[in-house]
């Protein structure tokens, strides 16, 4: 059978690519099961540091698996593994990057935002289609656009259904850039192997701190940034990062 998630290594930087186009990469259960046990097999290595979730050109995920979800009775709803997913993506410590060209809808928009940043394409296409299928996203799309892009704004897209294209996604605020077409997996890639550059305790932890600010109050946040700051005060790369800036050269991190 197929591999569901080709996922592959450059360096520090893995590439985990969604391979299901004949059903323009729907999140079946067992692609979720392929992409989530995938990222929790290189979080814990210290050779990983920044992990890129890509699709194809044409598409991204085009959400849930409808087809699954039409046949699933609601005590097998109550039940589902799929539920866990995004548990187990919200999990994952290490810097996760979402390379999106064409559709990334649903389900495959939640993805993207679950992500710490989105590459897009010009070409691609956002969405929160759920409502037109008599459900609501379940991914946590309606909490984590409506954390970008206000109430306002989520109302309308996840009310309607309408896709929003790459332009508006960055006007927004939702994608961290907007390249050219036949660009989007180099520059992600690219974008990667940028923070894979740094001392990967210190992205971890800085991870952890930023994610915290979607959760929290400003003072508990603040609090626990300065905890997380004297863990990375601990680091060995630190001492390096300082000495290497005060000897006028290069630092080289080892992940200590
Ligand atoms: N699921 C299953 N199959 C899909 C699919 C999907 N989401 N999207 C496309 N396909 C299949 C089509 O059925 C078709 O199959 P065949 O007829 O060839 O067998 C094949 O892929 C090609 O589709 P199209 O002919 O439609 O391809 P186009 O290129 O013309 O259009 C499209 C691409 C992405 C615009 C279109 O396929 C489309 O609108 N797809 C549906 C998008 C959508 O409504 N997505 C929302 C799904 S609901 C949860 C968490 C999250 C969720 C649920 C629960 N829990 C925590 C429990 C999320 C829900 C969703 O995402």
Same mark, same amino acid.
């Given at each position: 059978?197929?591999?569901?998630?080709?996922?592959?290594?450059?360096?520090?930087?893995?590439?985990?690519?969604?391979?299901?186009?004949?059903?323009?990469?729907?999140?079946?259960?067992?692609?979720?099961?392929?992409?989530?046990?995938?990222?929790?097999?290189?979080?814990?290595?210290?050779?990983?540091?920044?992990?890129?979730?890509?699709?194809?050109?044409?598409?991204?995920?085009?959400?849930?698996?409808?087809?699954?979800?039409?046949?699933?009775?609601?005590?097998?709803?109550?039940?589902?593994?799929?539920?866990?997913?995004?548990?187990?993506?919200? /999990?994952?410590?290490? $810097?996760?990057? !979402?390379?999106?060209?064409?559709? &990334?809808?649903?389900?495959?928009? *939640?993805? %993207? +935002?679950?992500?710490?940043?989105?590459?897009?394409?010009?070409?691609?296409?956002?969405?929160?289609?759920?409502?037109?299928?008599?459900?609501?996203?379940?991914?946590?799309?309606?909490?984590?656009?409506?954390?970008?892009?206000?109430?306002?704004?989520?109302?309308?897209?996840?009310?309607?259904?309408?896709?929003?294209?790459?332009?508006?996604?960055?006007?927004?605020?939702?994608?961290?850039?907007?390249?050219?077409?036949?660009?989007?997996?180099?520059?992600?890639?690219?974008?990667?192997?940028?923070? /894979?550059?740094?001392? $990967?305790?210190? !992205?971890?932890?800085?991870?952890? &701190?930023?994610?915290?600010?979607? *959760?929290? %109050? +400003?003072?508990?946040?603040?609090?626990?940034?300065?905890?997380?700051?004297?863990?990375?005060?601990?680091?060995?790369?630190?001492?390096?990062?300082?000495?290497?800036?005060?000897?006028?050269?290069?630092?080289?991190?080892?992940?200590?």
């Amino acid at each position: 059978m197929p591999e569901l998630v080709e996922s592959s290594r450059d360096g520090h930087v893995a590439l985990l690519r969604l391979n299901r186009p004949e059903a323009r990469n729907a999140l079946s259960p067992e692609l979720m099961e392929q992409l989530a046990g995938e990222l929790e097999r290189l979080d814990p290595d210290p050779e990983v540091r920044c992990a890129v979730i890509a699709g194809s050109e044409k598409v991204f995920a085009a959400g849930a698996d409808i087809r699954a979800m039409s046949e699933r009775s609601f005590s097998e709803v109550l039940r589902h593994p799929a539920a866990s997913f995004w548990r187990r993506l919200a /999990a994952i410590k290490t $810097p996760m990057i !979402a390379a999106v060209s064409g559709y &990334a809808l649903g389900g495959g928009c *939640e993805l %993207a +935002l679950a992500c710490d940043m989105i590459v897009a394409a010009e070409g691609a296409q956002f969405g929160q289609p759920e409502i037109n299928l008599g459900i609501i996203p379940g991914g946590g799309g309606t909490q984590r656009l409506a954390r970008v892009l206000g109430k306002q704004r989520t109302m309308e897209y996840v009310l309607t259904g309408r896709r929003f294209d790459a332009a508006d996604a960055h006007a927004m605020g939702l994608v961290n850039r907007v390249v050219a077409d036949g660009r989007w997996l180099e520059e992600a890639l690219a974008l990667a192997a940028d923070v /894979a550059k740094q001392p $990967p305790i210190a !992205a971890r932890l800085a991870k952890q &701190a930023v994610l915290v600010a979607e *959760e929290t %109050a +400003l003072s508990p946040g603040i609090e626990n940034e300065r905890r997380l700051y004297e863990l990375a005060m601990a680091t060995e790369d630190r001492v390096e990062g300082m000495t290497a800036f005060l000897e006028k050269r290069e630092p080289k991190f080892e992940g200590k």
